[in-house]
């Protein structure tokens, strides 16, 4: 059994809100892109969670699987280290958004 089902994508992805959100952002869309019904939670300055739709924290083995190639998808994309457990995603290092969305490392 899948978990997959349709929701409305209508995304800008917020560049001005800093980079775990952004990044968080670009996961969370490419995961609702292929229909995977996840929302997303800002968690502190270097992370964020992913959780189901209708708000449980646990997420389903497929979709906790689809989590983890999305955010590895999107980490080697833009050139991002990032560590994850679970359903949490965080930011190895200190980033921050430069012109067209670029994430740069903070030294």
């Not at 190639?69 to 980490?75: L, V």
């Not at 833009?78 to 430069?98: A, F, M, P």
């Amino acid at each position: 059994m899948t978990s997959k089902q349709y929701v409305k994508r209508i995304w800008r992805i917020p560049k001005d809100r800093g980079a775990p959100e952004c990044f968080g952002s670009l996961v969370v869309k490419a995961m609702v892109k292929h229909g995977w019904p996840v929302k997303l939670e800002v968690i502190g300055q270097d992370g964020f969670r992913v959780k189901h739709i209708n708000g449980s924290d646990e997420l389903s083995s497929d979709v906790q699987q689809a989590l983890d190639i999305a955010a590895r998808i999107c980490a080697r994309t833009y050139r991002v280290e990032i560590s994850q457990i679970e359903n949490c995603v965080y930011l190895e290092q200190q980033y921050r958004l430069g012109a067209g969305g670029h994430f740069i490392k903070e030294k």
